[in-house]
């Protein structure tokens, strides 16, 4: 918790995605609110960050940069670990907050729940993920000093994000509310997600102490 505390800027980082072979389409094209998805988790991020970045790859990049701030990856075949360094790239001296734009049912108070339990002495704050067996690297808070473990992680061939979180200092935090965390990989659970948001699934409660005084400093 990072009360009254000097703490390095945070930034917001989209995880674009692309086509996936089980969705069969775009996941950051897809409407669960009234909204593309990706627009949806970029308007969450603004919400709570000082700026907010769409990371994507080249192919993307066209199309999106007329709509978002963009970062497009400089690191070919790493998965979400090479849009997380090319913005660490980018902007070296801030925090980033990275929410990949399959999560349909996250919401803000969650993730000002994740900022609020910041933690800024570790490599990266982050919820265990809905099995609660390992962190959740896709909605997490890389300080700038995980640089050089993604960095070290990459030049050894190793680019899942998950295992470096396991390897390093992390304020691993129990989440909220652990279905706000699952993630749509197929049009079945696309189907039965749209049904469950129709049928006005809760999200976005007030899970904050009466009282908690919630503003960081940020140095920038």
Sequence with gaps: MITGKTVKALYGLVLAGGKSTRMQQD??????????????????????CEKTYMSCNREQAGELKEIFPVITDSFEGLGPMGGILSAQQLHPGVAWL??????????????HYLIWHRDPSKTATAFRDPTNTFPEPL?????????????????????????????????????????ELRNINNPEQYREAIAEIRQG?????????????????PEG
Excluded at 98 to 111: E, H, Q
Aim: one cysteine or more.
């Design 139 to 179: 909605i997490t808070i890389w300080e700038p000093g995980s640089r050089a473990l993604l960095e070290q992680r990459r030049e050894e061939g190793h680019y899942c994000p998950r295992k470096a979180l396991m390897q390093t200092e992390v304020a691993l935090l129990q989440p909220p509310d652990a279905a």
């Design 201 to 217: 699934r809760p999200a976005g409660r007030d899970i904050f102490p009466a009282g908690d005084n919630r503003s960081l400093t």
């Design 27 to 48: 996941k950051g094209g897809l409407v669960y609110h009234e909204k593309d998805q990706r627009r949806h988790v970029y308007d969450l991020l603004s919400g709570c």
């Design 98 to 111: 990275v929410v990949a734009c399959d999560l349909p049912f996250l919401s803000g108070p969650t993730l």
